[in-house]
């Protein structure tokens, strides 16, 4: 009869004893999922689906990027230190803030909106500054008007 336990010369007495809690500072770029968090160590490589929407990436289309990011975080209690003084926050920000470099992909047609949004982001501030300089050469408050309008369709998109 077989039996699956280890012969009793192979066992060390001396060894610590196994823990059974898992550490979130697994192998380079693993991670684990944890109450809608993502946790890792220092670097966190996700899969090849796009962060926004889940669609499968796939490594060969030239439209989707792969994004690999600094990320930091700081504790929430941390900045309970603002009402304080800043200073000190931002001495214990530094001091006791987690960096983690993540890699994560975007598929090809969330990657075309936010090209979009960033050229509408680009073309309404050039339009807010055309009016400010407009108003300040022809020195009448019309062109404001403009930026008003510009300001407003900032804030909705
Ligand atoms: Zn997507």
Sequence with gaps: MASNDPPVD???PFASPESMVQSHRGKHGDFQISEKKI???KSIVLPLLCVTCGEVVREEDELAARV???LTWVHPATMLLILLAWPLFLVVALLTQKRCI???SICSSCCRKRRQLW???GLLLAVIVGMVALAIWLETPWP???LLIALLALIVI
């Design 144 to 146: 404001l008007i403009g």
């Design 119 to 121: 050229y509408w982001i």
């Design 102 to 104: 993540a890699t994560y």
């Design 10 to 12: 192979s066992i060390n």
């Design 68 to 70: 690999k990011k600094k």
């Design 39 to 41: 946790m890792g160590g």
